[in-house]
């Protein structure tokens, strides 16, 4: 299963990092601590977010759902775009056309 998309790749990168910026412990993701992430600029934290956003893209076109910090990431297919629901049930929806 790939994720399918029709907007420009950059933009669908920025909006997913948008939505991982709100998540909580998303540095758990890619193994950081609290304190590490807490000495990260705001440009640091934005290139690992953008970076995050990548490699969430890629596993979603193997497995449907992906946990990130207290987060799931989910592609849905025939909605065409990619759901993530935190722990306090916000919902980014991010379209995928």
């Keep these: 299963m790939d994720v399918s998309f029709v907007r420009d790749y950059i933009n669908l990168v920025d909006h ?7 998540v909580d412990k998303t540095y758990e993701f890619i193994g950081m601590s609290a304190e590490e992430w807490g000495r990260l600029s705001s440009q640091e934290k934005r290139g690992y977010l953008q970076t995050m956003a990548d490699d969430v893209i890629y596993a979603l076109g193997a497995m449907q759902k992906v946990r990130v910090g207290e987060s799931i990431i989910s592609y ?4 065409q775009a990619i759901i993530v629901n935190s722990a306090n049930d916000v919902a980014h929806v991010i379209r995928l056309k």
């Design 16 to 22: 997913l990092s948008d939505a991982l910026l709100l």
């Design 76 to 79: 849905e297919h025939q909605a």
